[in-house]
Structures are given as C-alpha cells and as structure tokens.
C-alpha cells in the first residue's frame, strides 16, 4: 500500500488555496461550531470542496439541486448560495436531529427560502421523487451511507435530463479504493461507485483527488447529452 502522501505539504496547500478563496463566512462558522457542540461527527465537505460545489453549480447554471446527505448543512449552504433567487436545493437526511441543526443553520446563513430538508431514508425518499415525476434537477449531490452509492446513483440518473452533473463524495478513501481485497463496507461501496460510473453508458466520468486529513476522491459526471 502506497503511503508516501505528503500529509503536511497536502494541508498547506489546502491551508494556502482556502485562504485565497475559500475562507467560510461567519454563517459557516458558527453553524460549524453549532453541529459539533450538539455532537455531530465533523464529516462536512472542506471549506475547499465547498467552495468547488458552489462553483460547479454555477457553472451548471443550476436551478434545481438534490444532495442526498445533509448533515449540519455545511454542503447544503455551499450549494444553495450558487442558486439564483427562484432556485431550490432539495437535501434529504435519515437523522430528524441533523435535519433540524441543518433548518438552524441554512435559515441563519440566509438561505432558508430556498431549501428543503426531507428526513427518511434517502432510498424510500429518492423512489418516491421517481414514483411522483419530481425530476428533473440540475445538479445532484451524494454524500449519504456509502454502501448505497450505487443504488443512489440509479435514482439519480431516473431524476436527471441530458447534461445534468452528478457528483459524489468519498470515493478514494484515503487509497483504500485501490485495495482488490479490501472488506471494508465503505471502501466495497466506493469502489462499486467507480466501477459503476466507469461502465456507465449514459455518463461521462472523472474523479477528482481531494484533500482533507487524509486524500479523498470527488467524482464529476455528466449525462450524456447523445441518446
Ligand atoms: N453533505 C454533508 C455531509 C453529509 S454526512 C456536508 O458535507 O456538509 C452524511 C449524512 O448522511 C449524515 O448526516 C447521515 O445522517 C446521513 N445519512 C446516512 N445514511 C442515510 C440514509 N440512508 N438516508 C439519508 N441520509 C443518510
Ligand atoms: C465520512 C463520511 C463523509 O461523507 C465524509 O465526507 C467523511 C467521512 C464517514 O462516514 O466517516
Ligand atoms: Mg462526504
């Protein structure tokens, strides 16, 4: 297993890039403060990744956004500041606790007109948003339970039009991905992901190193606008 991964450089230039132009706002920071005194697990996008998410919705045009994982809406808030006025970021989440840290936190960073949290297990939600002709949205975010990845990305995919972007959070795993005989539950689901996203004849795929603690992978896809 590879393990040459500069960890210190990797953290400076993340440190350097994000005091360019990442810096969170006072919004993000409290809201960050906020989720972890009331004991949510510190497992939010980077101030960076955030800032690409907010990016890449713009680049999209993006009107209408799905994130299926909201957590303390740290990602949420990224994405819903790239909407325009009469855009919506839709962010589903099983835990009714996140859910509610997250309602605080997008009303207090002045984005609460445009988000809606749907709390239940994304699965049942996404098959629901199928059944009930929801789509299509823009720009799809998935950052949930990895060992359901895949299904997720099926929903998604269900939800999209030609050219909608779809990304994913968590697919390098520290280079864990690169392990045949890896049993580790999460490390199996990011690695069906990629497989998954690298057979698929309707999207075009690319992962992208991350840096956090550790290197973590974002995959970028767009569907395919050909038949
Ligand atoms: N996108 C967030 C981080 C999400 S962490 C950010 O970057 O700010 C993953 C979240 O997914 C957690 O809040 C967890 O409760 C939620 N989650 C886990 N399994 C889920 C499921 N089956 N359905 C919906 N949400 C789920
Ligand atoms: C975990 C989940 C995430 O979405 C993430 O970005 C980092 C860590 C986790 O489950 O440990
Ligand atoms: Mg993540």
């Known amino acids: 297993m590879p393990d040459s991964f500069d960890q210190t450089l990797a953290h400076q230039i993340d440190q350097y890039i994000e005091q360019l132009f990442s810096q969170p706002d006072a919004a993000l920071v409290q ?3 906020d989720a972890q005194a009331d004991g949510l697990p510190s497992i939010n996008v980077s101030a960076n990744e955030g800032k690409l998410l907010y990016l890449i919705a713009q ?3 993006a009107k209408r956004i799905l994130e299926i994982g909201t957590l303390g809406g740290f990602s949420g808030t990224w994405f819903a500041r790239a909407l325009p006025a009469d855009g919506k970021l839709i962010t589903l989440e099983v835990d009714p606790k996140h859910a509610q840290i997250a309602r605080k936190n997008f009303d207090r960073a002045g984005v609460g007109n445009k988000t809606e949290i749907r709390i239940g297990h994304a699965l049942d939600t996404l098959k629901a948003m199928v ?3 929801e789509g299509p949205f823009d720009l799809f975010f998935i950052d949930a339970d990895k060992d359901a990845y895949v299904e997720y990305l099926n929903l998604c995919v269900q939800l999209s ?9 968590n697919l390098i795993r520290n280079g864990r991905v690169l392990q045949a005989n890896s049993t580790e539950v999460k490390v199996l689901g990011a690695q069906a992901y990629n497989n998954a996203l690298a057979a698929h004849p309707h999207l075009d795929s690319l992962i992208l190193p991350i840096i956090r603690d550790y290197l973590d992978g974002l995959s970028i896809s767009i569907v395919k ?3």
């Open 31 to 33: 809201g960050l403060q």
């Open 59 to 61: 680049m999209c045009g």
């Open 131 to 133: 059944e009930h002709g």
């Open 161 to 169: 039009h030609p050219g909608s972007v779809i990304l994913a959070d």
């Open 225 to 227: 606008r050909e038949a």
